[in-house]
């Protein structure tokens, strides 16, 4: 069975970093494109970064271009999202998906919760 | 690409035929697809490349379109379809869009 298991989130300040990590089992991730959807309470969802198989290529919304950074560890079946300089609109909850070839999300993590606040 | 459903909420019925639409600001061919959000839960892909349905998705649902206009139909509303649904395009390789949403309520 396939499953995605986010984790590192929590409560940060304005202007702190986190890292959040997803975790996979049942699927080798080096074979997918991944990306990481977030959900701020009560909104939709929004796309915010994807990376390719190898890692090689990277991509990003304009609103977190210069501050997040994705990134894998296919040895360690792992898919990470440094987040810096965070700002009140990055509270949400954030989902890792796996992309399929056509580049849609075919299986998704459970999420971590992300609140940043003073 | 900017994505646009209508309508953003739906009042229905158990039985009702449901019709969801979403709309592309640009041609993204057949990359487009529907997903199924619950409270609390992840989405769960339904559709994918418009019309293609998911492994394991009742075939009550069904997608169709190209170009810039795309629908969901839900042929028979059935208790446990009360939900958020979102489209995506993936036809940008640099970006992935969603759109707004459409939450279906029970009338």
């Known amino acids: 069975e396939v499953q995605l298991l986010e984790s590192g989130g929590g409560l940060v300040q304005p202007g702190g970093s986190l890292r959040l990590s997803c975790a996979a089992s049942g699927l080798t991730l080096r074979s997918y494109a991944m990306s990481w959807v977030r959900q701020a309470p009560g909104k939709g969802l929004e796309w915010v970064s994807g990376?390719?198989?190898?890692?090689?290529?990277?991509y990003y919304e304009d609103s977190v271009k210069g501050r997040f950074t994705i990134s894998r560890d296919n040895s360690k079946n792992t898919l990470y999202l440094q987040m810096n300089s965070l700002r009140a609109g990055d509270t949400a909850v954030y989902y890792c998906?796996?992309?399929?070839?056509?580049?849609?999300?075919?299986?998704w993590g459970q999420g971590t919760r992300v609140t940043v606040s003073s | 690409i900017h994505m646009t459903q209508s309508p953003s909420s739906l009042s229905a019925s158990v039985g009702d035929r449901v019709t969801i639409t979403c709309r592309a600001s640009q041609s993204i061919s057949t990359y487009l697809n529907w997903y199924q959000q619950k409270p609390g839960k992840a989405p769960k892909l339904l559709i994918y490349a418009a019309s293609s349905l998911q492994s394991g998705v009742p075939s009550r649902f069904s997608g169709s379109g190209s170009g810039t206009d795309f629908t969901l139909t839900i042929s028979s509303l059935q208790p446990e379809d009360f939900a958020t649904y979102y489209c995506?395009?993936?036809?940008?390789?640099?970006?992935?869009?969603f759109g707004q949403g459409t939450k279906l309520e029970i009338k």
């Open positions: 995506q395009q993936s036809y940008s390789t640099l970006m992935s869009t």
């Open positions: 998906a796996k992309e399929n070839a056509r580049r849609y999300f075919d299986f």
């Open positions: 990376i390719s198989a190898t890692g090689g290529s990277t």
